[in-house]
């Protein structure tokens, strides 16, 4: 059975940082394309992240302005997950933060990398609060 679960989330005075965790289960991450993805109450989901596959597509990572320069995405092959390093956390990165995965290397292409309907693999989330 395929699944991912995140982890690391939490709540963090403006300015923090955290770390998101996405570790997978019977499959290899790697071989996948692997978005972040969060969502804020009564907003749409948005792409936040995303690395496509280490080996054909040669692990090429892409950021959403919003976060450029904050937000870092990184694989741990060895543990068979993908990380999200949130740095300068705003009040407005505070979200459900979901991690994504698909084969067909939805990151590759601009027009799909933050189509949530092309990631095939969800994890179930993880709440990210921002405040002082």
């Known amino acids: 059975q395929l699944q991912l679960v995140e982890s690391g989330g939490g709540l963090v005075q403006p300015g923090g940082s955290l770390r998101l965790s996405c570790a997978a289960s019977?499959?290899?991450?790697?071989?996948?394309?692997i978005g972040w993805f969060r969502q804020a109450p009564g907003k749409e989901r948005e792409g936040v992240s995303c690395?496509?596959?280490?080996?054909?597509?040669?692990?090429?990572?892409n950021y959403a302005d919003s976060v450029k320069g904050r937000f870092t995405i990184s694989r741990d092959n060895a543990k068979n997950t993908v990380y999200l390093q949130m740095n300068s956390l705003k009040p407005e990165d505070t979200a459900v933060y979901y991690c994504?995965?698909?084969?067909?290397?939805?990151?590759?292409?601009?027009?799909?990398?933050?189509?949530?309907?092309?990631?095939?693999?969800w994890g179930q989330g993880t709440q990210v609060t921002v405040s002082s």
């Open positions: 690395t496509s596959s280490s080996g054909g597509s040669g692990g090429n990572t």
């Open positions: 019977g499959f290899t991450l790697d071989d996948y394309s």
């Open positions: 994504a995965a698909d084969f067909g290397e939805p990151c590759v292409y601009r027009s799909t990398r933050y189509r949530p309907r092309d990631y095939r693999y």
